[in-house]
């Protein structure tokens, strides 16, 4: 997967595998559920495998309950704050990527796992036709497999698919991150 990702999103290309598979076994330390094992299997393909702050490619795969997302989860405060600065100055190419045809037909609508703020932060104007996306706190787009889908011969043919639509998507939000990490690392 990532050497096919590699052919459209250059980002990827060199990371391997390793770096992209989260561990199997759970952290059962402070958990009342000592359940040695995950009961799924996540993949983050991206610059900094399954550790960066980029947007990726991941697949999760868990008996009923797989999918494939791709965008930005958990932001850092700085970097949230860019990303929302990015979209609120370039609302139109924002829009152009998360309301692409093919895109919403395959994703439907952004979605924030964590929910959203409920207060906009002064700097932006709540009457922006950006700000239901300011708000945000993940900026993401999930679909749901099921397991046939996973079990299918043409999988990895449906993941690269769908790879393909989130390329822009990914671009946009780790342009913003790129430049932020370029940004910071040049204050020390």
């Known amino acids: 997967m990532i050497a096919s990702i ?8 060199g990371v391997q595998s390793k770096e992209c598979i989260f561990r199997i076994n759970r952290d059962t330390r402070f958990s009342p559920d000592k359940t040695p094992y995950k009961n799924n299997l996540g993949t983050n393909i991206a610059m900094g495998g399954k550790k ?3 947007a990726g490619y ?10 494939f997302g791709s ?10 704050k860019a990303i929302r600065d990015a979209i609120y100055k370039n609302f139109p190419e924002f829009k152009k990527i998360i309301t692409d045809k093919k895109f919403t037909a395959a994703f439907g609508k952004l979605s924030s796992y964590r929910g959203s703020l409920k207060v906009l932060p002064k700097a932006y104007d709540k009457k922006h036709p950006s700000f239901p996306y300011l708000l945000m706190r993940d900026r993401l787009v999930m679909v749901p497999l099921k397991d046939k889908e ?14 393909k639509l989130t390329y822009p998507f990914n671009e946009f939000l780790n342009k913003i991150v790129l430049k932020l990490k370029k940004l910071t690392t040049n204050l020390y």
């Open 52 to 54: 960066t702050s980029l």
């Open 6 to 13: 590699s052919k459209f999103d250059d980002t990827v290309e």
């Open 71 to 80: 965008g930005i989860y958990m932001a850092s405060t700085p970097t949230a």
């Open 58 to 67: 991941y697949v999760h795969v868990q008996p009923k309950e797989s999918f």
């Open 150 to 163: 996973i079990l299918a011969p043409d999988f990895e043919k449906k993941i690269l698919e769908l790879s």
